[in-house]
């Protein structure tokens, strides 16, 4: 894994971060009686990404990280439900739905090879995180 001095270094945040942005105008015009619904749900679970990136990364240890890393991926998971929801709902037309697809493949795809590297730094010992 590249050594990083923060979080932010980390393309898998920033690409978290990218997508919980793109949730928040996709949602922004979508019923106020979702509001408390879908709209707030979606958004929490956009923004879940980097944030359990961030977090994970503060613990400094391997175990940890990697518990986070997975409820990110979690979370990417509800973010893909919901926006398929949204669509079927008629709340974002297909196109926008279209366009959000390959960001959310890249991110899973990420989080996937993350999680995987760190699985191998526990298998080989490696408890605590390498920092700068």
Known sequence: ME???SYKDLKVWQKGAD???EVYVLSKNFPKDELYGLTSQLRRAAISIPSNIAEGSERKAVRDFLRFVRIASGSLAEVETQL???FRLGYIAEGEYQNVQPLMAE???????FANNLAEQLATGDR?????
């Open 3 to 5: 050594k990083v001095r």
């Open 128 to 132: 605590l995180l390498a920092t700068s």
């Open 19 to 21: 997508l919980a942005l």
């Open 107 to 113: 991110i899973g795809r990420m989080l996937n090879g």
């Open 84 to 86: 398929y929801m949204a």
